[in-house]
């Protein structure tokens, strides 16, 4: 069974510092998508940035970008130049295969930004 | 101009009542999802609908009942209503392939 792990339960930042948040997942299959979402306290579910494990090159969003390593099943998520307003919970998650397209979500890491 | 709506976005009951979540797309999308966050934030997947069709049912309690009148809609009915049930459930929705899932703004459900 695919799980997905986020070993960082809270981090904080400076603002306009950089921090990088972990994941690490299991599968065995070797197409897939990943996915960070953030999580503000409105609990709207946004979609940050998202990875095809097809891709070698890592996906970027303006301060968001990922370093996506697939041999090592990892894909940790950096934001740059932290703003007060990334101040959220953030998941990573795993899509399933394209028959249903489930998610299957970390725990969740809980980002402070320190003005 | 809302994607994926809910309602309600809160609701409080007693245990053993029976209670309905709605969901509706704009999206034209032919898979729905329902997702459980628990007070841990924990978030999963309960159940998933594409074109009005049952495709997920992760052994989730026959207390909850998914219904979908429309590729538009789906609902979530919860019969006897526990203290455990006390989450916030997501609606999402999403067109198919390796697409993007859009997710409404969640329904907090306190069970007393």
């Known amino acids: 069974a695919q799980t997905v792990t986020q070993s960082q339960p809270e981090m904080s930042v400076q603002e306009a510092e950089t921090v990088t948040l972990s994941c690490t997942y299991d599968t065995s299959e070797s197409d897939y998508y990943l996915f960070w979402y953030k999580q503000p306290p409105s609990r709207q579910m946004i979609l940050v940035i998202r990875?095809?494990?097809?891709?070698?090159q890592n996906a970027t969003e303006n301060r968001f970008s990922v370093n996506f390593q697939k041999a090592a099943k990892s894909f940790s998520l950096k934001i740059s130049d932290s703003q007060l307003g990334d101040a959220a919970m953030y998941f990573c998650a795993y899509r399933v295969d394209g028959a249903t397209n489930k998610l299957i979500f970390g725990t969740g890491t809980l980002l402070a930004v320190q003005p | 101009d809302t994607a994926v709506s809910q309602t309600p976005k809160y609701l409080v009951t007693q245990m053993g009542n029976d209670k309905s979540i709605k969901c509706e797309q704009n999206l034209g999308h032919d898979t729905m999802y329902w997702y459980k966050q628990d007070s841990k934030k924990f978030l999963k997947i309960m159940f998933s609908?594409?074109?009005?069709?049952?495709?997920i049912n992760e052994t989730v309690p026959n207390r909850f009942s998914p219904k979908s009148p429309d590729k538009a809609h789906l609902n979530l009915h919860i019969n006897s209503l526990e203290l455990g049930d006390s989450a916030v459930y997501f609606c999402a929705s999403n067109s198919g392939g390796w697409n993007e899932q859009f997710f409404g703004p969640g329904t907090r459900l306190t069970v007393l």
């Open positions: 990875q095809e494990a097809y891709k070698q």
């Open positions: 609908y594409n074109n009005k069709e049952l495709i």
